[in-house]
């Protein structure tokens, strides 16, 4: 399995950025695939979790600002990122679980990363 995450950027507060999230070695149809982004000095946060059924769940800090999505034609999968603040600022992983285990928000329960994309809200 590898996953490559790519789009992060230097975007100014109130702007928006597209991340993407393509993988190889597993089907997204049947994956539970997600976003979870590590800012210094922090813990890995849970941003965003695209269930194999197609359905979602957002982190509180996230909400109606992100949006994640998935082209099962292209194995890739999406977060669309408005209403951008510094706190957004973080490396960005997109994550995989082939088990599809119920705990989508916490870390622990992806076994494949990808290699992170930087997001820098700043002005």
């Known amino acids: 399995v590898q996953l490559q995450a790519s789009g992060g950027g230097l975007v100014q507060p109130g702007g928006s950025l597209k991340l993407s999230c393509a993988a190889s070695?597993?089907?997204?149809?049947?994956?539970?695939m997600a976003w979870f982004r590590q800012a210094p000095g922090k813990e890995r946060e849970f941003v965003v979790a695209?269930?194999?059924?197609?359905?979602?769940a957002y982190g509180d800090s996230v909400k109606g600002r992100f949006t994640a999505s998935r082209d099962s034609a292209k194995n890739t999968m999406y977060l669309q990122m408005s209403s951008l603040i510094p706190e957004d600022t973080a490396v960005y992983y997109c994550?995989?679980?082939?088990?599809?285990?119920?705990?989508?928000?916490?870390?622990?329960?992806?076994?494949?990363w990808g290699q992170g994309t930087q997001v820098t809200v700043s002005s």
């Open positions: 695209i269930r194999w059924s197609g359905s979602t």
């Open positions: 070695g597993l089907t997204l149809r049947s994956t539970n």
């Open positions: 994550a995989a679980d082939k088990t599809r285990n119920v705990q989508i928000g916490y870390a622990r329960t992806y076994d494949y």
